[in-house]
């Protein structure tokens, strides 16, 4: 019997342009009303997940920032598993020649560092990929970026995140729209570092500490709330997902629209894509038989 599913968002749970669908919405309230626990498990923030959900108006718990951060429905913090701020500015010294735009991610905003560009263009550059059917000027005027924007702040250094209980520093996010040089920057830093580096998209690569991994925080969770991993069901579609797809869990599904290499890792590919809401026939599926 499922007692919990837990769901990516981008590219799984959200459909077109990062929206949620009324399909999926009231196939989560079902399943929430049937007693299911659900809980989003996704690299965003918590300013990132809060409009999306508040909107919805669904109950769930959150894992976000990749595992770095395990809040309750009330928003209240679980866990939080942070980067140690001396690895994290020789981090961003050995990569910032090497990306677009490098976005660091705490408590309650993201944060970026000062190099004399307009960061208001900076920041649409690299949420644009959100929400890729508008225009990058109508996508600069959409309720999504500009949330994003007032959750943003620009920072002279790091020196901030030396305030590591006040200032945890849950995950750096560098974007690149050259791929083959995120690949290869990534590459560079699983020799060099011994912390999490997974990308949601091809163009990013985001970087938490080890503890910070999606499967592992998530199989923790659960069970300190009582539950065992063959009553979870796991839905995601990319590779900051894997972690938590190849792990024996009850159900284990790859979104369609994943790729080969993450299909491979399931016990299950949904029917339909996220834009088809492949999740919300999934989760009918298991309220039917359960």
């Known amino acids: 019997m499922i007692k919990v599913i837990a769901c990516d968002m981008d590219g799984t749970l959200l459909g077109k ?5 009324n399909e ?3 196939a989560v309230n079902r399943a ?5 626990k659900f809980i989003i498990v996704s690299g965003r923030t918590k300013g990132g997940v809060k409009p999306v959900i508040n909107s919805s108006k669904i109950v769930t718990d959150f894992i976000l920032c990749n595992g770095a951060v395990v809040l309750d429905k009330e928003y209240n913090y679980i866990n939080e598993y942070g980067i140690d701020p001396e690895k994290a500015k020789d981090i961003y010294r050995f990569i910032k020649d090497r990306v677009y735009a490098i976005r660091l991610y705490s408590r309650d905003y993201d944060y970026m560092i000062d190099d004399g560009r307009d960061m ?3 920041l649409a550059t690299q949420l644009h990929i959100f929400m890729p059917s508008y225009s990058y000027e109508d996508f600069k005027k959409t309720d999504y970026f500009n949330e994003r924007l007032a959750l943003t702040k620009v920072l002279p250094d790091m020196s901030m995140f030396d305030n590591y209980k006040e200032f945890p520093l849950y995950k ?3 974007y690149n729209p050259d791929e083959s040089e995120i690949f ?3 590459q560079d830093l699983k020799k060099r570092y011994d912390l999490s580096f997974v990308s949601s998209f091809l163009s990013n690569v985001e970087v938490t500490s080890k503890n910070a991994s999606k499967g592992p925080v998530l199989q923790e969770y659960i069970e300190s709330l009582g539950y065992s991993m063959r009553e979870v069901a796991v839905f995601g579609d990319s590779e900051n997902d894997a972690s938590m797809l190849k792990m024996d869990f009850g159900m284990t599904f790859a979104m369609k629209n994943a ?3 993450i299909k491979k890792m399931t016990k299950y590919v949904t029917e339909f894509s996220n834009v088809e809401n492949g999740v919300a026939y999934e989760i009918e599926k298991i309220i039917a038989n359960n």
């Open 172 to 174: 750096m996010y560098a």
């Open 17 to 21: 342009d990062s929206v949620f669908a």
């Open 120 to 122: 208001i263009e900076v």
């Open 24 to 26: 999926t919405i009231r």
């Open 259 to 261: 790729s080969d290499d």
């Open 184 to 186: 290869k920057l990534k």
């Open 32 to 36: 929430t009303d049937a007693g299911i």
